[in-house]
């Protein structure tokens, strides 16, 4: 049985979500503030977090980035009605599984925490955004969670996080090509990478989809990359 974290204020519509996915069939802890969640974590382990956005004292995104540090193989969900907020831009760095509005539309939230892998966490390094939000998407049907940099500079963002595997395109902008794979290596020796790439003839002979990809291949590959970690 899978095990759940419900985060919110309003114990009201905590409890509300928590009946609906234990009558899927999951066990679910609810919580009525971040420190509370920080507390079930450390002695329990779940499966996923879903959070409010909006908390008093400790915002949804305040508590991912806490929560990580303690279970640093958590999925998480964050749920908003304002996705425009500095906090959650912030968040998306960590490596959300998702971000669901308000009123959550529990048809998807119940496929993405059927899905939801424990230590799915995917560096996508790609300039392309439109692309990056597609693979994401590809990823999450599969139940990784992705965190995404669009520059060079942007992968030293990525430090605190850790990462099973990482797509990282070899020509990014603010570096020479291949230097957001070397800083990626830098700061995870042992990340396997994925490169994709219109520029095959400058790129290694190992782990290359070249654009246009499929993208049945590249998950493909994460999915054997994810189920031979030790």
Same mark, same amino acid.
């Given at each position: 049985?899978?095990?759940?974290?419900?985060?919110?204020?309003?114990?009201?519509?905590?409890?509300?979500?928590?009946?609906?996915?234990?009558?899927?069939?999951?066990?679910?802890?609810?919580?009525?503030?971040?420190?509370?969640?920080?507390?079930?974590?450390?002695?329990?382990?779940?499966?996923?977090?879903?959070?409010?956005?909006?908390?008093?004292?400790?915002?949804?995104?305040?508590?991912?980035?806490?929560?990580?540090?303690?279970?640093p193989g958590l999925p998480a969900i964050v749920v908003t009605a304002y996705t425009g907020e500095d906090d959650l831009a912030a968040a998306r760095y960590e490596g959300l599984l998702a971000v669901l509005p308000k009123p959550v539309p529990i048809l998807q939230l119940l496929e993405l925490l059927a899905a939801a892998r424990r230590n799915g966490l995917v560096a996508l390094v790609e300039d392309d955004v439109a692309?990056?939000?597609?693979?994401?998407?590809?990823?999450?049907?599969?139940?990784? %969670? $992705?965190?995404? *940099?669009?520059?060079? #500079?942007?992968?030293?963002?990525?430090? &605190? !996080?850790?990462?099973?595997?990482?797509?990282?395109?070899?020509?990014?902008?603010?570096?020479?090509?291949?230097?957001?794979?070397?800083?990626?290596?830098?700061?995870?020796?042992?990340?396997?990478?994925?490169?994709?790439?219109?520029?095959?003839? %400058? $790129?290694?002979? *190992?782990?290359?989809? #070249?654009?246009?990809?499929?993208?049945? &291949? !590249?998950?493909?590959?994460?999915?054997?990359?994810?189920?031979?970690?030790?």
């Amino acid at each position: 049985m899978r095990r759940y974290l419900v985060v919110d204020d309003n114990a009201a519509f905590a409890e509300n979500l928590a009946e609906i996915l234990r009558d899927a069939g999951a066990e679910v802890v609810t919580a009525m503030g971040g420190a509370r969640a920080l507390e079930l974590a450390a002695v329990t382990r779940f499966d996923a977090l879903v959070t409010d956005m909006r908390m008093p004292v400790m915002n949804g995104a305040a508590l991912v980035h806490e929560i990580l540090q303690v279970d640093p193989g958590l999925p998480a969900i964050v749920v908003t009605a304002y996705t425009g907020e500095d906090d959650l831009a912030a968040a998306r760095y960590e490596g959300l599984l998702a971000v669901l509005p308000k009123p959550v539309p529990i048809l998807q939230l119940l496929e993405l925490l059927a899905a939801a892998r424990r230590n799915g966490l995917v560096a996508l390094v790609e300039d392309d955004v439109a692309l990056s939000q597609n693979l994401a998407e590809a990823l999450r049907t599969r139940g990784f %969670s $992705a965190v995404m *940099a669009h520059t060079v #500079v942007e992968t030293d963002r990525l430090g &605190s !996080v850790q990462p099973f595997a990482a797509l990282v395109d070899l020509r990014m902008p603010g570096g020479a090509d291949g230097e957001a794979m070397r800083r990626l290596a830098r700061r995870f020796p042992l990340l396997p990478m994925f490169i994709i790439t219109a520029h095959a003839q %400058s $790129a290694p002979a *190992a782990r290359v989809f #070249v654009k246009p990809f499929d993208t049945a &291949s !590249v998950l493909m590959a994460l999915e054997s990359a994810y189920e031979s970690r030790t």
